[in-house]
Nanobody, 116 residues
Framework: EVQLVESGGGLVQPGGSLRLSCAAS????????MSWVRQAPEKGLEWVSS????????VQPDSVKGRFTISRDNAKNTVLLQMNSLKPEDTAVYYC?????????WGQGTQVTVSS
């Protein structure tokens, strides 16, 4: 059974940093690309970052380039999202995201609130 468990969210002031973590289990982690997505209040899901299995391909939207860094540790079945220079518009629930065998998986999410 695929399980994705996010952690690391919280309340941070504008300009601050947070590091999100996702612990994955139930599948061969190193062979799958992993992503982070987010959902702000009353908005749809927004893709944040993706990383391939070997960590040699990373794609991100312009809205987070230069501020967010995605990484993974295949030995620990973990994917990380380092978020710097946070803005109020980054406020959302952040989810670790996997597509495997034609199905989408995500965890319970972790709340990130950027506010002074």
């Amino acid at each position: 059974e695929v399980q994705l468990v996010e952690s690391g969210g919280g309340l941070v002031q504008p300009g601050g940093s947070l590091r999100l973590s996702c612990a994955a289990s139930g599948f061969t982690f190193s062979t799958y690309p992993m992503s982070w997505v987010r959902q702000a209040p009353e908005k749809g899901l927004e893709w944040v970052s993706s990383i391939n299995g070997d960590s040699d391909s990373i794609v991100q939207p312009d809205s987070v380039k230069g501020r967010f860094t995605i990484s993974r540790d295949n030995a620990k079945n973990t994917v990380l999202l380092q978020m710097n220079s946070l803005k109020p518009e980054d406020t959302a629930v952040y989810y670790c995201f996997l597509t495997a065998a034609g199905r989408n998986y995500w965890g319970q999410g972790t709340q990130v609130t950027v506010s002074s």
